[in-house]
């Protein structure tokens, strides 16, 4: 093997399918050119939230000329045992609006819309409860939370700490329902070949879909097919196997057609998932020098009927801070809605969002400065696991973040500063978001003057990951990175898992690295050689707590006479273990903290209280933040390598840039005007809750 | 109904039967196979479908195929010739995307932008309404790009990509 001295990881090197991406040569899922003139699917979606399809009249939509064939649940083929949420015609039942009750195949998409306009259906509909409330008598306690998490965890006498605290502090913050909005809208491209399912599909790693349509169309992983290569964005909402991936394998198998099915905006809010909407009280006790005696931070979000979907909201709470005295809790409100989702950060992005608000008011309770008030309780230890952390910079990212803003000598007075019409303040957050890998497997072929081939079922939904694993696998390789030749998103390459939990490159960098192993010190021989490669979580799940860490700093400016609120400038600093390549990790924090900024100030879908159904779905009233609610973003990190946790001594970052990002808007919200909005989105209607203030 | 139209995409003369329903995106996408215009609200509301036609930038999901009959389209794969286009070689160099999918709409429409400064063409931001000459600002660029949303949030990327390219056609300090 050529030995080489330049590492590329740790490099700024550009994105390897940028070129292809920038002038939309790369094919995403529904663009795949595969000869045969493909037959287009349009949904037709439940109008109610409750009850049974009671008649279905397909003939008016069967006699449009160019209509293939209707599936409804009295026709559609019979799926093997799927997850009630994606049982999808398979019974009369209605349990959200916007569940499929009917499929139109037809030769042009336009062909499709229209007939699926003309499927008339009939209900025994009862009332949508939609309605999630604190005070409900139905909540209740899941057996567990999503990713294995206790529901709920206590230490000391939490209700005795908080009532001898000499400082404290009880709010009630409430998050929105929220969706991931990919801008690629999800798609799926499916074609029978005999006995062989090929899909040219979105998601968010091929290998996460295997087992369930493999059990759907009751055939084995060799009869499944399922391509990826370039992904436009995702962000939870393409982790799963969602219905309409099933409704193109039914489509293509009654028809024998290659059939392209592409969700509209609308479809997507309830086809795909969201971020369940949270109510979440935060209690905190402190000494008067700001020491914290008890938390306590008590969660109620929602579930659907067709899924018990327990997000881990407070679980970063039981990690954040020392205090002697601690609980959190979840209760589910289980509602006639779509099934939720991880959405970026599921967990931590709402839970820090009001555990770092109520921080803040703390802050304020005490007459302390909330980053002093940070660095006053870092624990030495998990706090509640009681195990070392592998590394913890928190200081390290508020000290620096402080330094880069400018934080020193800040007036901690809220509503004194003006610029004009304009409030002016600013506020601090912290963020974590956990570490860990996943069973993952590569494979590479060496042939001599050839590039290695590097094959991986990995997947880059925007991540940098088409990149990062090329600079990875040539670093193991001891080549330059013109000498790799990456492969990944295809179901047939070694298994490795989904893009999901920030866990990319903790599960996939270590597996090529393993298989490059195997080729050290080895003489390839003429014919070639191929080598595998695994690696998977060892014991420093339990050894140790491992988790990245940040902290957001933001200015905002609020208009006094409309309530408009803007964020001039953000710094974001953070501690993620080994960063790979320092441009797309830089985009993956930008990405995240923009997020984080549209979620304080923008993003909410409103459930119609009466009917059940989004009524803002899509992009014009389902706000996400657009460019120019974007203004200076300052983004760095600390020197960290996480040795003990894997091989790179990376951790993840694609999700903790948005965790705590919204805080501290919030925060800066509060310390510009004096008024607390503990229910986002910050908008500007919610400036006319009170009086102008003159 | 079925008409027959002629499109000039990309500097090809190419020749079709769209529905009189078929938007000018999938009448590229879905009959032409031309898919670096991308689809992701077919409402106008994103801009991943922005092309120019006949020079102009337009959310192509809102144009109706029989009406485009005769005219020029250019996706941003179009706007390379023998070389990429400027704009292609920012993008990449700021790193202003990450999927890329939103990224030829906003390449574009950032080419249109720089077109429509160089003529005078104002925009919210723009103070001097009668100025005859434009200078491409940040707070311009952020404005004039915000018709295509980027869920990723490359914005803080895409600026100085723009910018870059703006300096060297003269229309930015």
């Known amino acids: 093997m050529t030995a080489t001295t330049e590492r590329a990881v740790g490099s700024d090197v550009r994105r390897i399918d940028g070129p292809d991406k920038v002038r939309g040569r790369a094919p995403y899922a529904y663009e795949h050119e595969l000869g045969a003139q493909p037959a287009f699917l349009a949904v037709v979606q439940s109008t109610v939230a409750r009850g049974r399809v009671t008649a279905i009249d397909a003939s008016a939509a069967e006699a449009v000329p160019g209509v293939v064939a209707v599936l409804t649940h009295q026709n559609a083929p019979r799926l093997g045992d799927v997850a009630e949420e994606i049982a999808v015609l398979q019974s009369d039942r209605v349990q959200y609006v916007g569940e499929p009750v009917a499929l139109v195949v037809a030769e042009t998409s336009e062909v499709a819309r229209d007939a699926a306009g003309r499927v008339l259906v009939d209900y025994d509909a009862q009332p949508a409860d939609v309605r999630l409330a604190a005070d409900r008598d139905d909540l209740y306690a899941p057996e567990q939370l999503m990713a294995g998490f206790a529901t709920d965890s206590v230490i000391g006498d939490v209700d005795a700490a908080l009532a001898a605290a000499p400082v404290s502090v009880d709010v009630t913050y409430e998050t929105p329902n929220q969706h991931n909005n990919p801008i690629e809208m999800h798609a799926t491209v499916a074609r029978w070949d005999g006995d062989v399912l090929r899909m040219w599909d979105a998601n968010q790693g091929p290998h996460n879909l295997v087992p369930v349509i493999t059990e759907a169309f009751g055939i084995t992983e060799d009869q499944l097919h399922i391509v990826s290569p370039y992904v436009g964005g995702a962000f939870g909402s393409k982790a799963y196997t969602h219905a309409h991936q099933l409704l193109a394998g039914m489509a293509a198998k009654v028809t024998g057609r290659t059939v392209k099915i592409e969700l509209t905006r609308q479809q997507m809010f309830s086809l795909v998932g969201h971020r369940t909407p949270t109510i979440q009280r935060l209690r905190l006790g402190a000494q008067p020098d700001g020491t914290l005696t008890a938390i306590s931070h008590e969660v109620v979000e929602h579930t659907s009927q067709n899924a018990e979907f327990a997000e881990q909201t407070a679980t970063a709470t039981r990690l954040m801070y020392a205090a002697p005295a601690r609980r959190t809790t979840h209760r589910l409100a289980k509602l006639d809605v779509p099934a939720p989702t991880i959405m970026r950060a599921p967990g931590e992005t709402p839970g820090m969002y009001a555990l770092e608000s109520a921080m803040d008011e703390l802050a304020v309770a005490l007459g302390i400065d909330p980053v002093e008030l940070r660095l006053r309780n870092e624990p030495e230890r998990d706090p509640e696991r009681d195990v070392p952390w592998s590394t913890r910079n928190l200081v390290a990212c508020l000290r620096q973040g402080a330094e880069r803003f400018g934080w020193a000598g800040r007036d901690p007075r809220p509503g004194v500063r003006e610029d004009g019409r304009w409030l002016v303040g600013t506020g601090v957050a912290a963020a974590t978001y956990p570490t860990r890998r996943r069973p993952s497997q590569a494979r590479i072929e060496a042939v001599p003057g050839k590039p290695f081939v590097v094959s991986i079922d990995a997947s880059d939904i925007g991540t940098g990951a088409w990149t990062t694993l090329t600079q990875i696998a040539a670093d193991a390789l001891r080549v330059p990175m013109e000498q790799v030749s990456l492969r990944i998103g295809d179901s047939r390459l070694p298994k490795a898992s989904g893009a999901g939990g920030s866990t990319g490159i903790t599960s996939w960098g270590p597996a090529i690295i393993a298989a490059a192993e195997q080729l050290r010190d080895r003489d390839v021989p003429p014919g070639g050689l191929t080598v595998t490669g695994s690696s998977g979580p060892g014991d420093e799940a339990e050894t140790y707590s491992s988790h990245a860490f940040g902290a957001h700093f933001a200015e905002v400016r609020v208009d006094r006479d409309s309530g408009e609120v803007r964020v001039p400038r953000m710094t974001g600093v953070f501690a993620v273990g080994r960063v790979i390549n320092t441009t797309t990790a830089r985009s993956q924090f930008l990405g995240g903290m923009t997020m984080g900024l549209s979620m304080a100030l923008h993003e909410e879908s409103v459930l119609d209280q009466g009917r059940g159904h989004y009524a803002n779905h899509d992009l014009a009233e389902y706000h996400v933040a657009a460019n120019a609610d974007v203004a200076e973003m300052d983004i760095s990190w600390v020197d960290e390598v996480d040795d003990e946790h894997n091989p790179l001594g990376a951790k993840g970052i694609g999700e903790i840039g948005i965790v705590g990002a919204a805080a501290a808007i919030g925060n800066a919200y509060w310390h510009a005007t004096g008024r607390r909005v503990r229910d986002l989105p910050i908008t500007p209607d919610k400036w006319f809750r009170q009086a102008p203030a003159r | ?173």
Not at chain 2, 83 to 91: A, S
Not at chain 2, 132 to 154: K, P, Q
Request: include cysteine; charge should be negative; aromatic fraction near 2%.
């Open chain 2, 1 to 173: 109904m079925d008409r027959d139209i002629t499109l000039e995409v990309d500097g090809a003369r190419r020749s079709l039967a769209v529905d009189t329903r078929t938007s000018l995106l999938d009448a590229l996408r879905e009959r032409l196979g031309t898919t670096s215009a991308k689809k992701g609200c077919d409402h106008g509301q994103c801009g991943a479908c922005t092309v120019l036609l006949d020079g102009r930038r337009v959310n192509s999901c809102l144009v109706l195929a029989v009406t485009a009959d005769g005219a020029q389209v250019t996706t941003s794969d179009g706007l390379a010739g023998e070389q990429p286009h400027r704009l292609h070689e920012t993008f990449v160099d700021h790193d202003a995307y990450q999927c890329g999918y939103c990224t030829p709409g906003q390449v574009v429409s950032a080419a249109a932008v720089l077109d429509e400064v160089a003529r005078g063409w104002p925009s919210a931001v723009t103070e001097d309404l009668v100025a005859e000459r434009t200078d491409l600002t940040d707070a311009e660029i952020r404005e004039r790009m915000s018709g295509n949303l980027c869920r990723c949030a490359a914005y803080a990327n895409i600026v100085p990509a723009v910018a870059e390219v703006a300096v060297e056609q003269g229309v930015r300090a």
